[in-house]
Nanobody, 118 residues
Framework: QVQLVESGGGLVQPGGSLRLSCAAS????????MGWYRRAPGKERELVAI???????NYADSVRGRFTISRDNTKNTVYLQMNSLKPEDTAVYYC????????????WGQGTQVTVSS
């Protein structure tokens, strides 16, 4: 069973930075895409950033230039460096990985709260 463990959320002032981490374990197959979504109060879940294996990262327009996604395939870990945080970045952030084992399956982390407030 694939498990995702997230860390790094918290409270930060506007303009500050946070780094989220998500470590995947338990898969017998290679991980394809790794990414982050978020859900703000009263809003739909939205894609923040995603990076395919060996491919180019994609970002939501709202975070491009401020957030950077990266992955360490040796550790099956994906990171999200968040700079110049704004109050509208406040949300629960969810890590996701996509694994191919005859079909593409997406797995999700438990979510980590990010609150941007003065």
């Amino acid at each position: 069973q694939v498990q995702l463990v997230e860390s790094g959320g918290g409270l930060v002032q506007p303009g500050g930075s946070l780094r989220l981490s998500c470590a995947a374990s338990g898969s017998r197959f290679s991980i394809n895409a790794m990414g982050w979504y978020r859900r703000a109060p009263g809003k739909e879940r939205e894609l923040v950033a995603i990076v395919p294996s060996g491919g180019r990262a994609n970002y939501a327009d709202s975070v491009r230039g401020r957030f950077t996604i990266s992955r360490d395939n040796t550790k099956n870990t994906v990171y999200l460096q968040m700079n110049s945080l704004k109050p509208e970045d406040t949300a629960v952030y969810y890590c996701t990985v996509q694994i191919y084992s005859g079909a593409y399956i997406n797995y999700w982390g438990q979510g980590t709260q990010v609150t941007v407030s003065s």
